[in-house]
């Protein structure tokens, strides 16, 4: 089976969701997940669900954390090239049917890793092998190189009205 890169991008919620959905049907199907977090770090409710499916999926954090909105420190950009050469590298093998880049525009946005070496990763790819790159401001040529982009737009959200983050809905 012919495998395809997929970007969730946009300003609304649910990429990460929409790339975990994925990563569900995948393990249905008696296939592998492979995701690399970039930015991210904590405890959040979906990688304690994933944690129950270890033999099928895998997960590793590459952020510090420290920075959304800011400016990545030398060990934000430290942390994310190491996750960019192990992807590289899971992709190189072939091993996971699936291989979700959580926040990865956002990592290129930020410059953890540039366009090119994200476009490089797709060209790597062994033909069977799904990948799917999540976060807000999709570069046009990540967008142009994908098989499908799709984009999240938010129309109306909760938290304009003071709503926190809820465990087990936002996180």
Known sequence: MKGYIHIYTGNGKG?????LGLAIRTVGAGK???IGQFLKSGDYSEMNALKQMASQVTVEHYGLG????GRPTSDDVEAGMKGYRRIAQVI???EYDLVILDEGNIA????IFSQK?????????????E?????????????ERADLVIEMKEIKHYFQKGVKARRGIEK
């Not at 990429?15 to 790339?19: D, G, P, R, S």
């Not at 290129?108 to 410059?111: D, G, I, P, R, S």
């Not at 990948?131 to 967008?143: C, K, L, N």
């Open 15 to 19: 990429k990460t969701t929409a790339a």
């Open 32 to 34: 592998k997940v492979f």
């Open 66 to 69: 420290r920075f959304v909105k």
């Open 92 to 94: 190189e093998k072939g």
């Open 108 to 111: 290129v946005k930020y410059n």
């Open 117 to 129: 070496d994200l476009l490089d990763l797709f060209e790597k790819k062994p033909g069977h092998v």
């Open 131 to 143: 990948i799917v790159v999540t976060g807000r401001d999709a570069a046009p040529s990540v967008m």
